[in-house]
Nanobody, 122 residues
Framework: QVQLVESGGGSVQPGGSLRLSCAVS???????IGWFRQVPGKERVEVSC????????VYADSVKGRFTISRNNAQNTVVLQMNNLKPEDTAVYYC????????????????WGQGTQVTVSS
């Protein structure tokens, strides 16, 4: 089974940047990798996904133009570069793997990391 470990969370002021990294073990290229975020009392929501096979990318409307997802197969990592952060980006961020080509639905994902906290506040 695929195992995932997130890193790179922290606290930043509005307008700042953070770079989240997801280290993936057992990294067949047929896994799509998604980044999700969750705030207390709310469901986990997909922020971005890089598809299996062709590395197509998808973004939630709320982060388009600010976040960039990229996959490095040689290093077995998927990075989420987050720029121009806003207070509403505050959440626990998770990376997850699915054998589907792509999915925006959390229950489609088979394996999850432990999460990393991102806090955007002045």
């Amino acid at each position: 089974q695929v195992q995932l470990v997130e890193s790179g969370g922290g606290s930043v002021q509005p307008g700042g940047s953070l770079r989240l990294s997801c280290a993936v073990s057992g990294f067949p290229d047929y896994y799509a990798i998604g980044w999700f975020r969750q705030v207390p009392g709310k469901e986990r929501v997909e922020v971005s996904c890089v598809s299996s096979k062709d590395d197509s990318t998808v973004y939630a409307d709320s982060v388009k133009g600010r976040f960039t997802i990229s996959r490095n197969n040689a290093q077995n990592t998927v990075v989420l570069q987050m720029n121009n952060l806003k207070p509403e980006d505050t959440a626990v961020y998770y990376c997850a793997a699915t054998q589907r080509y792509y999915s925006a639905i959390a229950r489609s994902y088979d394996s999850w990391g432990q999460g990393t906290q991102v806090t955007v506040s002045s």
